[in-house]
């Protein structure tokens, strides 16, 4: 476990389902300066639970690297670890250790409901649109039995509470939906929801860094690690890189990622002086040679709230 005289720490975790875009490396950047600035460790998660591309881990690594961010060793492990990063793959016993105790306490209870019973029931005239119904919840064995030679089930929480608050450096104090989240799948894989708080636990994860998009399942998330005995983070929801349609960038939105950009002629450069002025960061240097000449200047006060809209990154 992670040392509890360590002053804390900030993270960034990539999933490896392929390269790193500017919205990334922009929220990357974001949490490694907050967590800098704070005195904070710096610790780096590959999240490779599912949807991974052979070699997208190295390639996402090796673009931080290029753009001046550096890493701490999880607390508590081995500092000559030669790459500091931890993955989720190797954590398998620690979320059987969860689960365990989650179950121990009663916590947990098996669902067979298949995604389009769960999305013909949230989109009832009753239903709350992204949260479970509730439709396993409280089986009978006999049921349990007879829905279980028809497939395998996933495990759920059990949640006591439908509602949870959370601190965010942005929004403030912010209540949110508790549900009966998956934390196992039925086909044996560990869910996001529950190894996220476990490896935010274990790796001494004291602030989360991410976009503003994933603020409604903060209070999920800080609720299960309060079950797990576990001190929940302080959260810091920064504005996402949006594409001119307010959409996600994707493929479709022409060169996005480091690799690209590179290919078109442009230099980690004059990326970080897109970022730089997208934040804003006005006093540092023009075209910074490093995320490391942001932390000077960098007042999270003066960040901006609105998205990045990115009309064509070859025009930036």
Not at 50 to 76: C, H, M, N
Not at 205 to 232: F, K, M
């Amino acid at each position: 476990m992670h040392d509890p005289a360590s002053p804390g720490a900030g993270r960034y975790a990539p999933s490896p389902s392929g390269d790193l875009h500017l919205g990334n490396l922009r929220t990357a950047i974001l949490a490694w300066l907050l967590a800098r600035q704070e005195g904070l460790h710096f610790v780096m998660r590959i999240e490779d639970l599912d949807r991974v591309r052979p070699g997208a881990a190295e390639q996402q690594l090796a673009d931080l690297k290029s753009l001046g961010l550096d890493w701490d060793a999880t607390p508590g492990e081995d500092p000559q670890r030669h790459d500091h990063v931890l993955r989720q793959s190797t954590r398998l016993t620690a979320y059987d250790a969860a689960v365990q105790k989650l179950q121990d306490a009663g916590l947990l209870y098996e669902c067979y409901c298949t995604r389009r019973e769960i999305l013909g029931a949230t989109s009832a005239p009753h239903g709350i649109p992204g949260s479970y119904p509730g439709t396993c919840r409280n089986l009978s064995d006999t049921e349990r039995k007879s829905r279980r030679e028809i497939r395998p089930p996933a495990l759920r929480l059990r949640a006591e509470i439908s509602e949870f608050t959370v601190q965010d450096m942005f929004a403030g104090e912010y209540t949110g939906a508790v549900d009966d989240v998956v934390v196992r799948r039925n086909d044996g894989t560990y869910a996001y929801n529950l190894a996220v708080v476990v490896d935010d636990h274990y790796q001494g994860v004291t602030q989360v860094v991410r976009g503003d998009d994933l603020l409604s399942s903060a209070p999920r998330q800080a609720y299960l690690a309060a079950l797990l005995g576990y001190e929940p983070p302080h959260y810091a929801h920064v504005p996402l890189a949006l594409n001119t349609e307010g959409k996600r960038l994707a493929k479709r939105d022409g060169a996005v990622t480091l690799r690209q950009l590179r290919d078109a002629g442009f230099a980690e450069s004059d990326i970080l002086e897109w970022i730089r002025t997208s934040i804003p960061i006005p006093d540092a240097p023009q075209f910074p040679k490093s995320a490391q000449d942001f932390l000077e200047y960098f007042d999270p006060k003066a960040m901006s709230s609105k998205p990045w809209i990115i009309t064509n990154p070859l025009d930036l």
